[in-house]
């Protein structure tokens, strides 16, 4: 079972940016979709986005798009979140999550297709 470790959560102040890495172990990194979805105190756990297994497809919650960019560098197994004009509502864990299934056609946003979830890293948002 893959491994997953996020980092590069913080404190910034509204308006900042932050980049969030998840390295991933085991091989086959490349077969599968992966995604971030995020979790605020008192809340169930929310989608934010998902990229396809080769990078050529992304996918976001309407609330970060045209903010937070996804992205993947299969050849250091290791998936990014860039996050710009950070909002005080975007404070939660971050988590990274990989696609259960292999070659998957379409990105899933349904937590329930992924496993193998990361710790989480926490971002917090000031107004």
């Known amino acids: 079972q893959v491994q997953l470790v996020e980092s590069g959560g913080g404190l910034v102040q509204a308006g900042g940016s932050l980049r969030l890495s998840c390295a991933a172990s085991?091989?086959?990194?490349?077969?599968?979709?992966m995604a971030w979805f995020r979790q605020a105190p008192g809340k169930e756990r929310e989608f934010v986005a998902a990229?396809?297994?080769?990078?050529?497809?992304?996918y976001y919650t309407d609330s970060v798009k045209g903010r937070f960019t996804i992205s993947r560098d299969n050849a250091k197994n290791t998936m990014y979140l860039q996050m710009n004009s950070l909002k005080p509502e975007d404070t939660a864990v971050y988590y990274c999550?990989?696609?259960?299934?292999?070659?998957?056609?379409?990105?899933?946003?349904?937590?329930?297709?992924?496993?193998?979830w990361g710790q989480g890293t926490q971002v917090t948002v000031s107004s």
């Open positions: 085991g091989s086959f990194f490349s077969n599968y979709a």
């Open positions: 999550t990989v696609d259960r299934k292999p070659y998957r056609v379409t990105v899933s946003r349904n937590s329930g297709d992924y496993d193998s």
């Open positions: 990229i396809s297994r080769l990078g050529l497809s992304t």
